[in-house]
């Protein structure tokens, strides 16, 4: 059982700040993968941006420069420092955990609506 929790979500004006935070609890993985992806009506789940346990990340093409993904081991918590922001970056971000080495599987966090103004 691992549960994740978001926060953070909300709306702000293009050009503006956000953070979200995830934090896990449960059986959580020794070692592991924490990400953010994203989704819009009609669209499929996309990768945002994952980091491991030693501080490894990846970024979707479309943030880098912008987001930066980070996590605190010690509070199994996962963060998104989203700056920059654009209309375009309104989507459901969704926190999620998948044990390393493992391609499939994992857990999701509930959703948090991002909503960028222009």
């Known amino acids: 059982q691992v549960q994740l929790v978001e926060s953070g979500g909300g709306l702000v004006q293009a050009g503006g700040s956000l953070r979200l935070s995830c934090a896990a609890s449960?059986?959580?993985?020794?070692?592991?993968?924490m990400g953010w992806y994203w989704q819009t009506p009609g669209k499929q789940r996309e990768l945002v941006a994952v980091?491991?346990?030693?501080?490894?990340?990846n970024y979707a093409d479309s943030v880098k420069g912008r987001f930066t993904i980070s996590r605190d081991n010690a509070k199994n918590t996962v963060y998104l420092q989203m700056n920059s922001l654009k209309p375009e970056d309104t989507a459901v971000y969704y926190c999620h955990i998948r044990q390393f080495g493992v391609l499939s599987g994992g857990y999701w966090g509930q959703g948090t609506q991002v909503t960028v103004s222009s």
């Open positions: 449960g059986s959580i993985f020794s070692t592991n993968l």
């Open positions: 980091i491991t346990n030693d501080g490894s990340t």
